[in-house]
């Protein structure tokens, strides 16, 4: 939600990037002597028929909405639950924090996936921000999307396209490379860019203004049109505690772009996410 939130929570964390969420549950993220102590599947068994389960929980801070000023801060629960090429609760790589999908591919280096998931909170509400009162709220919606990741060695390039499945709020698409260091065998450090496109109908929902709106906020209407959303990165940090307990941070920084940027709707540029986070592997 990255952003994502997104991707990572609705992220975002409809957020604009992938979530911290996603992140802490990918078992290919430790290294090869600590992977092999939480039951990680290896190279040459990637989807193992086996049943994995992971639950966490942390805070998350980011901003209320899409371009807002305000920040909000919320306790996060994380679970993860997979068999085989079937995964619920945190979705790997595909930018919703919570949902269920399956894998259609999944090897060495490649992973292409189906899934479907949204947030428990509104996208925004009319009383994130005075220009907004009066306008009613963004309702929160599933999204179902696919995502596709390619990995070799240190390197991870992620893609993930998602579009919601009622309200009209629009295609989400993302693009992240990382880059992931193993400073000791527990710790394991990881930053890389990130960007977002989104179509006319998702810009139109979060950043244009229409004639009742505009009425009733004293402004003119705004006409928003898709393209490259934001532009950032994210950093993040694991160390394994022990064979099954972990602790994370996740940080990302985007600045919006185009008719976001310059949206009424828009009081601050630039957008940041920060989540920390402890999870336990069965």
Do not use: C
């Not at 290896?42 to 193992?48: K, V």
């Not at 086996?50 to 805070?59: A, E, P, R, S, V």
């Not at 901003?63 to 679970?79: C, E, K, M």
């Amino acid at each position: 939600m990255s952003v994502a939130f997104g991707l990572i929570l609705s992220l975002v964390m409809t957020a604009i990037v992938r979530p911290a969420s996603a992140q802490a549950a990918d078992a290919d993220d430790a290294p090869p002597a600590a992977a092999e102590g939480n039951g990680a599947p290896s190279a040459s068994e990637p989807l193992s028929e086996t049943w994995k389960f992971t639950l966490g929980g942390g805070l998350l801070n980011g901003a209320r909405y899409p371009g807002s000023r305000y920040d909000f801060t919320r306790g996060l629960v994380i679970p993860s639950i997979s068999y085989g090429r079937y995964f619920f609760g945190a979705v790997p790589g595909g930018g919703t924090p919570a949902g269920a999908g399956a894998y259609l591919l999944r090897t060495e280096h490649w992973a292409i996936g189906l899934d479907i998931g949204g947030d428990f909170r509104k996208p925004r509400r009319a009383t994130d921000d005075p220009i907004l009162r009066g306008w009613g709220d963004i309702p929160g919606t599933a999204r179902g999307g696919m995502f596709v990741s390619y990995t070799r060695d240190w390197l991870s390039v992620r893609g993930s396209i998602s579009d919601a499945m009622a309200h009209h709020e629009g295609v989400l698409a993302s693009l992240a490379v990382e880059a992931k260091y193993h400073l000791t065998q527990r710790l394991t450090l990881s930053i890389g860019p990130e960007l977002t496109w989104v179509n006319n109908q998702y810009a139109s929902t979060y950043f244009g203004i229409d004639f009742a709106q505009s009425k009733i906020a004293g402004i003119a209407p705004y006409r928003a049109r898709g393209g490259i959303n934001t532009v950032g990165g994210s950093a993040g940090a694991r160390y394994l505690l022990t064979d099954h307990w972990s602790l994370g941070a996740h940080v990302s920084y985007g600045k919006l772009q185009g008719d976001a940027a310059d949206s009424p709707v828009t009081t601050d540029k630039t957008q940041r996410m920060y989540a920390a986070f402890l999870m336990y592997r069965f």
